[in-house]
């Protein structure tokens, strides 16, 4: 039996599972196990309420435009509840589709604007005829550690005051194919473009997701083991 233990909110996870994003709930119990800590995971759906005192870390996946449609209905029950766990520095990881959901709003492929949370302060428009595919390298200018990944989306996005990029494109196209940037971090919420799962190949975000929960969880525990688990595997 693991000596810590978290409860993880996987957010519409019915809904927005493209790609393989539940692998990151793999990769997160895989490295919680190495830092002698368990993870209760719950889907949080459509009327089911949302209560951030309950959950020490969350997952927002991707999904296609139709699914992003019907959920974006169902946000506004949930803004309070998704607010004060971002507010409280609980960390979230959102994955392209859930990404634009955090956003102010989502042009999706047929023009339609579909509403967004607006606790971050990017916003998404649509391509003509087109998406990013393929894969992904990007470099985080504040720890020098590079990601890699596989994206693929239509939409673009452009990030807003107090949002920072996840890195730098070294090579793919990232949030909008224009500005080099890619993915936002904003508080502890952790945004991007990568399915692939991202966790699976950036072990340091994991990492970094679940000291953060364990920090805030038992804020009187020494994590320094932790701390210095090496995680990134090799390519
Ligand atoms: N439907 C969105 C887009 O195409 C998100 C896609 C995704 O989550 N992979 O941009």
Redesign the pocket.
């Known amino acids: 039996m693991a000596k810590y233990h978290l409860n993880l909110a996987h957010l519409y996870g019915n809904l927005l599972n ?2 393989s994003d539940v692998g990151n709930i793999i990769a997160l119990r895989y490295y919680a196990k190495q830092m002698d800590a368990d993870i209760k995971v719950k889907v949080i759906s459509i009327g089911q309420e949302f209560d951030p005192k309950k959950f020490d870390i969350a997952l927002f996946g ?4 139709y699914e ?1 449609f019907v959920i974006s209905k169902d946000l506004p029950n949930k803004h309070a509840g998704i607010k004060k766990f971002i507010d409280d520095q609980k960390p979230l990881l959102a ?3 859930g990404y ?1 959901l955090l956003g102010k709003y989502y042009v999706g ?1 047929n023009g339609e604007k579909i509403p967004g949370l607006s606790i971050l302060p990017h916003y998404t428009l649509s391509q003509d005829h087109n ?1 990013f595919i393929g894969d992904i390298t990007i470099k985080n200018e504040q720890t020098g550690d590079e990601y890699h990944g596989f994206e ?4 673009m996005t452009f990030l807003g005051e107090g949002e920072q990029p996840l890195g730098k494109v070294i090579s793919g196209h990232g949030n909008n194919g224009q500005d080099h940037t890619e993915g936002a971090i904003y508080k502890e919420v952790y945004c991007s473009y990568f ?1 692939g799962p991202i966790l699976t190949r950036n072990g340091e975000i994991a990492k970094h997701l679940l000291i953060t929960a364990l920090h805030n969880k038992y804020p009187d525990e020494d994590f320094s083991q932790q701390e210095s688990l090496v995680v990134n595997p090799t390519f």
């Open positions: 493209t790609y991707g999904g296609q435009d992003q994955i392209c589709g634009q492929a998406r693929n989306h239509n939409g399915h």
